[in-house]
């Protein structure tokens, strides 16, 4: 059997506020022209199909014109429940939908119940919150450790009943795996990885929920997500797994998925970024750039965003920056407060002075501010004379 093994689609995430569901469309083109090139019997995908319980219309309408398409293309689609995923709204009509190809499995009396293709038992396990299904699987622990393991348990009794080839698709923290800034903390009582061996005697382990493409052993493996989510995976390759599950052994290859925009994360001084032709490569990439100048620049992003018009991020990182003996608070204490304001302008723009311009802007607004409140203090007290009279 040959099948791809893809997951964390997170259908209707963002990316520092903008969209992605136009790449993640132009991932389901791939995905469905891989299918047709590459003669794909199946297709696997482990968790985290939307990022939201509650996707919006657009994005179950994106996840319906993939599963038709891939359908189409002549593969099974096999869809677990990640912990992004509502195991509710995500499995609803899955008994129906299985007999058109598509087989979703989000609860917990599926498991152990083989999804066959051909000669193969494709076991997709739903995500486990240990509070809320160890019970219902009458597991030892509610830990991440103790659900899967009485999962797997299900699963290897099945296996052996039938003496077939044999597919987990999990979506959990595997002990091994490297993770990224994107994904959401699954642990309970600071524990969320679980051990390899918990998946002893498949053939090969699609896991999910970690972003970064990667195995932790030849035949048990991360797909990542087919997008990047985060700026810590800019030197991530993302794609799917093509595996040919053969009778005498595995053969795993990396299929590259398109990027849409790729990611650039850049450090340096303001002058040097917008000048240096070694950046020109990264001019229409979404950048997360760190400036260390000693000195704030004034209209920083603005400034970044004429030569990296798709930077997303700005952080400022001063270098050479003299550390003050007093604290602000002990400088403020016994300053005009013209002063104050001017320090304070000072003090957001790391050492920038306040210009004669902004002193005298500063300076106006203290005095109406103050004539202000004399004005309506002179008020007050003509309005309790006359009340007196």
């Known amino acids: 059997m040959r099948f791809l093994h893809t997951s964390d689609w997170h259908l209707g995430r963002s990316f520092h506020q903008v969209g992605l569901l136009d790449a993640q469309a132009q991932f389901v083109d791939h995905l469905v022209e891989t299918v047709r090139s590459e003669s794909v019997d199946a297709v696997l995908v482990s968790g985290d199909i939307y990022d ?50 598509l087989h979703i499995r989000s609860t917990v009396d599926s498991i152990g119940t083989p999804v066959m293709v051909g000669d193969v038992a494709i076991y997709p396990l739903p995500y486990l919150e240990p509070s809320v299904t160890a019970g219902a699987l009458g597991a030892a622990e509610r830990t991440h450790a103790g659900v899967l393991d009485t999962a797997m348990q299900r699963v290897c009794a099945d296996r052996l009943s039938r003496g077939a080839r044999s597919v987990v698709m999990a979506h959990a923290f595997v002990t091994g795996g490297a993770t990224s800034d994107s994904e959401r903390d699954i642990s309970v009582g600071g524990v969320s990885a679980v051990h390899p061996r918990l998946f002893e005697g498949a053939d090969y382990v699609a896991l999910g929920h970690l972003h970064g493409r990667q195995q932790v052993s030849e035949s048990i493996r991360y797909s990542g997500s087919p997008i990047a989510l985060s700026f810590s995976e800019a030197t991530h390759t993302k794609g799917s797994w093509l595996v040919d599950l053969e009778p005498d052994g595995l053969h795993v290859e990396l299929v590259e998925a398109p990027v849409a925009r790729p990611l650039a994360v850049l450090r340096g001084d303001l002058d040097d970024l917008l000048a ?81 311009d902004e002193r005298a802007l500063l300076a106006e607004a203290l005095e109406g501010v103050r004539t202000g409140a004399d004005e309506a203090t002179g008020a007050d007290r003509r309005g309790i004379r006359a009340g007196a009279a």
Not at 72 to 88: C, P, Q
Not at 291 to 313: C, K, S, W
Not at 321 to 344: G, I, K, M, N
């Open 52 to 101: 939201r319980a509650m996707p919006a219309p657009d994005t179950v309408r994106l996840l319906s014109e993939a599963v038709t398409r891939l359908t189409d293309a002549g593969a099974t689609v096999v869809l677990s429940s990640g912990n992004h995923d509502s195991a509710i709204r995500l499995g609803f009509a899955s008994e129906l939908l299985a007999r058109a190809g």
């Open 276 to 356: 240096n032709p070694a950046y020109a490569v990264h001019e229409d990439s979404w950048c997360q750039v760190t400036l260390t100048d000693p000195v704030r620049p004034l209209g920083a992003m603005e400034q970044v965003r004429r030569r990296f018009r798709h930077a997303l991020v700005l952080q400022f990182d001063p270098q050479g920056v003299p550390t003050p003996v007093r604290s602000y608070a002990d400088r403020s204490s016994a300053a005009t407060p013209l002063e104050v304001c001017c320090d304070f302008l000072t003090h957001v723009r790391a050492g920038a002075p306040a210009t004669d």
